[in-house]
Structure formats: C-alpha cells, structure tokens
C-alpha cells in the first residue's frame, strides 16, 4: 500500500497518491479542506494521512498540528 511491489501496482501505492496532494493549488489550507479536495483519489482517510506523512518525512510540506494547516514547502 505505501510502496510499490509486486502485488501493489505503482499507482495504487502512496508514493503515486502523494501526487495527488502536490497537484492541489495551495499555499496553505486546512487538512479538513485538502481532504475534501482529493477525498475522491484515495480509498480512505488513512491512505490520506500516509501520504501528508510521507511528504512531511520529505520535507514538501508542513503541518501546523495545532492549528490544523497544511503549507507547501
């Protein structure tokens, strides 16, 4: 689910779905609000958080916990 492999095609991992967050036109946004955005992209809120978390691992994005905002990098 998070990476590609031999049962998981490369568009079906987190990897490929981080896109779809990338691809949203943001400086900063609520996560409630990017959800709603790219809901219709990912299989459930948990695919969504795995991929906020991979691109805060990797440093494309900041997340405000309290404040609950997203910002681009």
């Known amino acids: 689910m998070i990476t590609p492999s031999k049962t998981i095609s490369f568009k079906d991992s987190i990897v490929f779905k981080m896109t779809y967050i990338l691809d949203e036109q943001f400086d900063e946004i609520s996560v ?20 906020l978390d991979a691109l805060y691992v990797l440093g494309r994005i900041d997340i405000d916990i309290e404040m609950g905002k997203v910002k681009k990098c």
């Open 32 to 51: 409630v609000e990017l959800y709603k955005n790219t809901k219709r992209k990912f299989f459930g809120l948990d695919e969504f958080i795995y991929a």
